[in-house]
């Protein structure tokens, strides 16, 4: 494994790296953590991290003038995102040591050289660096073995209490060992039972597992990733009744692969991949589990709103289809319309095999898109005032059309001008 040269990374990120040493300068600057591993392990990785010996706040204003980026400050860590044209982020950060004043604390910070700052990192695959000279990268600084860990493919913590200090690093480790399929060294999982055991998630604020658990489920991985949660008791750690059945673990595989068949069914269109995977995980929990770990993980309140809506919902639709006996495509419309792409993806996974399940799946393969061919304007032509009647009609129209009703314009026409027109007329 070796560093690229810059000649062969894309333009922006070549231009980004060289304004960023020259913006830094005379104070040297380098790429370090998850961009140095990624560019290791030859996967194209287009948010840069990057560390100066310095103020990287100052430095990071002078590079969002020549870069035309944005930036945002955060003076408490000494640390700037920069958001830049591409859509691509910068994170600068001044190379500093951390203290931990108790058990899951934000770290208390002070400027520091480098060596202290590779040492205060998570893994030792995030504690290399390279100093960014003119139009190349420097000798590779890896004073931790995080070389070696990444060609044997191992996850290993630095320090004893790695996890009683910063217990987000279990749901990342996780998340590491999911990505790359690597493993976890032995006394790296021994000291992340002990942390789970000794109660280490509990002093953890609720947001920042949520946090972590939705770049989880963001993963191409995050079936297995839940499941490695599952199996050393972080769930549970979160909230005791937090447990997942094998047949929880089974739909989220499905809820998984109906993910990667989305883009080509637009009834899914739109779906956020990570808020149907955190779906499906609640899924087979009771409704009172389910509102107590939602006020344990304390999310946005847009995100717990649309969770809670998007279970009861898909739960509801759920009896109704267990116990269906009409299964005719305008019942399922009515049941589906207003359900949420997520919704749509954790209901079809739920639904293994059988009647339900075929009538589901036609109707996001391919009923959805039935629509009436009469318009506004044809609805005027045949005698109808504008008004709450036009939308009455054209939901009267698509249910017959989804039944297999109606199957021309002048089939719809004459429909419309019996039931809306002439009987109006009657009365």
């Not at 990624?38 to 020549?66: F, P």
């Not at 934000?106 to 990192?121: G, I, K, M, S, Y």
């Not at 847009?302 to 305008?330: F, G, M, P």
Request: hydrophobic content about 45%; glycine content about 6%.
């Amino acid at each position: 494994m070796r560093l690229p040269h810059f000649r062969d990374l894309d333009a922006a990120s070549r231009d980004a790296l060289e304004a960023a040493r020259v913006a830094a300068a005379p104070s040297p600057i380098y790429a370090v953590g998850g961009y140095v591993r990624d560019l290791l392990l030859g996967q194209g990785n287009v948010d840069i991290d990057l560390v100066v010996e310095g103020d990287a706040i100052a430095v990071a204003k002078r590079l969002a003038h020549s870069l035309k980026a944005v930036v945002a400050p955060h003076p408490r860590f000494g640390t700037a995102h920069l958001r830049l044209p591409e859509g691509r982020t910068l994170d600068l950060a001044t190379a500093r040591s951390e203290q931990y004043p108790h058990a899951a604390a934000l770290p208390e910070v002070q400027p520091a050289p480098l060596l202290a700052d590779l040492l205060r990192r998570d893994f030792s695959i995030n504690a290399m660096a390279a100093r960014i000279d003119h139009h190349r990268f420097g000798p590779l600084i890896d004073p931790l073995g995080g070389l070696r860990d990444l060609e044997c493919g191992r996850i290993r913590v630095l320090h004893e209490r790695s996890f009683i200090d910063d217990p987000t690093r279990l749901f990342r480790t996780a998340r590491f060992e999911g990505r790359y399929r690597f493993v976890i060294a032995r006394s790296s999982l021994g000291l992340m039972k002990a942390a789970v055991q000794g109660g280490a998630i509990r002093n953890l604020a609720g947001l920042r597992i949520f946090r972590e658990l939705h770049l989880i489920a963001k993963e191409p991985s995050a079936p297995r990733i839940i499941r490695r949660l599952r199996n050393l008791g972080v769930l549970t750690a979160i909230h005791p009744k937090c447990t997942l059945p094998a047949a929880a673990l089974g739909l989220l595989d499905r809820v998984w692969q109906i993910l990667a068949r989305a883009p080509s069914m637009p009834s899914l269109e739109g779906a956020a991949g990570g808020e149907a995977l955190l779906l499906g995980t609640l899924y087979l929990l009771h409704p009172k589990t389910v509102v107590a770990v939602l006020k344990r993980l304390t999310p946005p309140h847009r995100v717990a709103e649309k969770l809670a809506t998007d279970y009861t919902a898909c739960r509801h639709v759920v009896r109704k289809l267990t116990r269906a006996v009409d299964l005719r495509q305008s019942r399922i419309a009515r049941l589906l319309d207003p359900l949420s792409p997520e919704a749509r993806i954790v209901l079809l996974a739920w639904l293994v095999k059988g009647p339900s399940r075929e009538a589901v799946s036609k109707y996001l393969t391919t009923s959805w898109s039935i629509v009436p061919l009469l318009k506004g304007g044809d609805l005027h032509r045949l005698g109808l005032k504008p008004g709450p009647i036009y939308r009455r009609a054209l939901a009267a129209l698509r249910t017959a059309k989804l039944d297999g009703r109606l199957p021309t314009k002048e089939d719809e026409a004459s429909f419309v001008l019996h039931r809306f027109v002439r009987g109006r007329l009657q009365h």
